[in-house]
């Protein structure tokens, strides 16, 4: 995958200015590690692209938990505007001063998209068509937060990295699902995990 997405110019100019800012606050409130921070637009950018392709949904409400410092979910947002403009973006971040920045960014790149200031087990649950997650827990606690976040028929995607396999397996002995590995555009020994028929063992 290139270091710039294929996108419009409209769309193209709102991630630069995400990518800026992120630049800029990075060194306050450590939104990223720092030795990512020059690869931005491959390491996040990018890396985010691909599990807003995964989904393949283009409405509802996507709910992206731990967003940090807005990768998957704010670079999903951007994209949808284009792509999918009947797809709502909610975020969900403890962090007060990384909600601050999503406020931010979302603010100057002119991109609708709800910021909820709360845990993840605090915020009530979304009926969400689409759940998504990058580096935040192992995969049977996501399980577990998506079902208290998507609807019935609902759509989960989570990169994960080397050790996906070892992560689907000990999910396994606590729930049932169908799952796609598809290999990531970004990082060879990483795949983007695409769930569904998520059920409690």
Same mark, same amino acid.
């Given at each position: ?14 991630? *630069? ?10 060194? %306050? ?17 990018? +890396? ?44 969900? *971040? ?8 999503? %406020?931010?960014?979302?603010? *100057? ?12 087990? +605090? ?75 998520? *059920?409690?063992?």
């Amino acid at each position: 995958m290139s270091a710039r997405p294929d996108v419009s110019r409209e769309t193209l100019e709102r991630l *630069e200015i995400f990518v800026r800012l992120l630049r800029q606050w990075n060194p %306050r409130i450590n939104l990223v590690s720092k030795s990512t921070l020059d690869d931005a637009w491959n390491r996040h950018v990018a +890396d985010s692209v691909q599990v807003f392709e995964a989904s393949r949904q283009a409405s509802g409400l996507w709910v992206d938990m731990g967003s940090g410092g807005g990768f998957p979910g704010l670079v999903i947002a951007i994209l949808a505007l284009e792509r999918a403009p009947a797809l709502q973006v909610k975020l969900i *971040e403890s962090d007060q001063r990384k909600c601050a920045f999503l %406020r931010t960014v979302a603010r *100057e790149a002119g991109v609708s998209v709800s910021i909820k200031a709360r845990r993840i087990e +605090d915020e009530p649950p979304s009926q969400a068509s689409v759940i998504s997650a990058r580096a935040l827990a192992p995969l049977t606690d996501l399980l577990q937060f998506s079902q208290r976040h998507g609807s019935e028929d609902h759509v989960a995607i989570f990169p994960k990295g080397r050790s996906w396999r070892d992560e689907l397996a000990v999910a396994r002995t606590r729930w049932r699902f169908q799952h796609e590995a598809l290999q990531s555009k970004t990082d060879a020994e990483a795949v983007i995990l695409r769930i569904e028929e998520i *059920e409690h063992v």
